[in-house]
T-cell receptor, first 113, second 113 residues
């Protein structure tokens, strides 16, 4: 069935360093890839997304890259800050079929001051 | 985000009791979803609905019942609560296609004693 694998499950970086989280999806019909940030005790919130017609999207310190051939997409956070500490979820979805998001299992990012 | 609400935010109940978690959205979104989040399991889809009176099972539907008589409401009922249903429950909604942004409610923390 449809599956999204996310790595690593935990990631610790020094403040100011970069963080990269990687996801691989199985459904070749997937054409929308959102990333959610979930702070402790809060709801998941969308931080960035990318559609299959582009290879990269950037929003200030956050960027997402997509390689459709390899069925692989990544979240890049530069100049990390303590407030970036959270759990990050990737997801894949398509504009056909059941329209369900298939979520990755999450990455707990810790930014060390 | 204020457009999707959940009630109650916290609930403690006993094994065998019936519990209903409420979800309400003001955007007239077609799609609504129920997820549970347990430590180490990420977000698991329980049920979803494509429109009023249309519902379908997700990954972990056993022990749960949903209904959707009105577009804006999507209640989740645990007919006979079990300890394994102790979890944080998130409702979410989305306008339509799989490429639309999905918004999460604030969550309900349910404890079954």
């Amino acid at each position: 069935g449809e599956n999204v694998e996310q790595h690593p499950s935990t990631l610790s970086v020094q403040e100011g360093d970069s963080a990269v989280i990687k996801c691989t999806y199985s459904d070749s019909a997937s054409n929308y890839f959102p990333w959610y940030k979930q702070e402790l005790g809060k709801r998941p919130q969308l931080i960035i997304d990318i559609r299959s017609n582009v290879g990269e999207k950037k929003d200030q310190r956050i960027a997402v890259t997509l390689n459709k051939t390899a069925k692989h997409f990544s979240l890049h956070i530069t100049e990390t800050q303590p407030e970036d500490s959270a759990v990050y979820f990737c997801a894949a979805s398509s504009s056909s079929g059941t329209y369900k998001y298939i979520f990755g299992t999450g990455t707990r990012l810790k930014v060390l001051a | 985000d204020a457009g999707i609400t959940q009630s109650p935010r916290y609930k403690i109940t006993e094994t065998g009791r019936q519990v209903t978690l409420m979800c309400h959205q003001t955007w007239s979104h077609s799609y609504m979803f129920w997820y549970r989040q347990d430590l180490g399991h990420g977000l698991r889809l329980i049920y979803y609905s494509a429109a009023a009176d249309i519902t379908d099972k997700g990954e972990v539907p056993d022990g749960y019942v949903v209904s959707r008589s009105k577009t804006e409401n999507f209640p989740l009922t645990l007919e006979s609560a079990t300890r394994s249903q102790t979890s944080v429950y998130f409702c979410a909604s989305r306008q339509g296609h799989g490429t639309d942004t999905q918004y999460f409610g604030p969550g309900t923390r349910l404890t079954v004693l």
